[in-house]
């Protein structure tokens, strides 16, 4: 199991050569096996730089749901009760717990709702993939409840909001 304190990012090398970079509070289990390598997103947000093996599919699992590469930089998040999946470079294939498939290239990104519904979209002049990475965090048109909810990964105080506000947009960089 490889985790990170409230506040901390931590990266780690994989013994195939790949990287696994976690955000603030966001715990990942990892197994390799002789033909396949997994990941268990438990939590929080994670960024992976897959070295490809063909022989060895990389499949990261998050809330049911698997996001399946052979070698590409891309993003899985728990957020919102579902999954996003944001593609840097290469390509990953995102299945829903429903049965629904779908393959991201470079600049796409996805999400799987509570509902198992999967959505996708290639937004022109999308923001960065996993600007937390950089000490950034990127919200545009987040609801607060949202917002309140990614900003207490990084701190030691609890955060809450009040009900009638949890819905009000968010826009910002910081």
């Avoid at 955000?23 to 289990?29: G, H, I, M, Q």
């Avoid at 891309?74 to 990953?92: H, I, K, M, N, W």
């Avoid at 000490?135 to 900003?151: C, K, M, T």
């Amino acid at each position: 199991l490889l985790s990170t304190p409230i506040a901390r990012i931590r990266t780690q090398a994989l013994p195939d050569g790949s990287k696994l970079t976690l955000d603030a509070a966001s715990p990942a289990e990892v197994v390799y096996y002789a033909t396949r390598r997994t990941v268990q997103l438990l939590a929080g947000s994670a960024f992976f730089e897959v070295a490809r093996d063909e022989t060895r599919p990389f499949v990261v699992h998050a809330l049911g749901h698997e996001i399946t590469v052979l070698g590409t930089r891309f993003e899985v998040a728990l957020q919102d009760g579902g999954v996003r999946v944001a593609v840097e470079s290469g390509q990953v294939r995102v299945r829903s717990a429903g049965g629904e498939e779908r393959i991201l290239g470079a600049g796409d990104r996805a999400f799987i709702d509570p509902v198992r519904q999967l959505s996708t979209s290639h937004p022109a002049g999308a923001a960065a993939v996993a600007p937390w990475r950089e000490g950034w965090l990127d919200f545009d048109r987040q609801p607060l409840a949202e917002v309140v909810e990614r900003l207490a990964r990084y701190s030691p105080r609890p955060l809450r909001v009040a009900p009638e506000a949890a819905r009000l947009p968010v826009f910002g960089l910081g």
